[in-house]
């Protein structure tokens, strides 16, 4: 079953910055790893992120990391950030299981 992708408008604007060739290798990289089984880990590709509710995953493309969620058959890219920024956006824009929604 092939699932749809779909960006934030974050992650397209992530996405729209990065140089021609980048945006192609990462373009490759989702709908190899992403159209298809989303959700299936691996050693060095595919991460799911524990104690995290959002993002749930990682998927690394060289020096770049594009964090998704995965609903149905629907894959939500959130960002696309660059390997040396990644625990920065984490930081930012994460959540984690014990947060709570209400203040």
């Known amino acids: 079953m092939a699932h749809d992708i779909e960006f ?3 992650a397209l604007r992530d996405y729209r910055s990065l140089g021609a060739p980048i945006r192609a290798m990462i373009r490759k990289a989702m ?3 992403l159209r298809h089984e989303p959700t299936r880990v691996s050693k060095s590709r595919i991460k799911r992120l524990r104690e995290l509710r959002r993002p749930q995953y990682r998927l690394r493309v060289g020096d770049f990391r594009v964090y998704y969620d995965v609903e149905d058959t629907v894959v939500t890219i959130l960002g696309i950030v660059a390997k040396v920024t990644s ?4 930081a ?3 959540t984690r299981d014990d ?3 209400s203040p």
């Open 31 to 33: 709908e190899i790893h």
């Open 92 to 94: 930012d824009n994460s």
């Open 8 to 10: 934030t408008a974050d």
């Open 87 to 90: 625990e920065d956006w984490l």
């Open 99 to 101: 947060d709570q929604d």
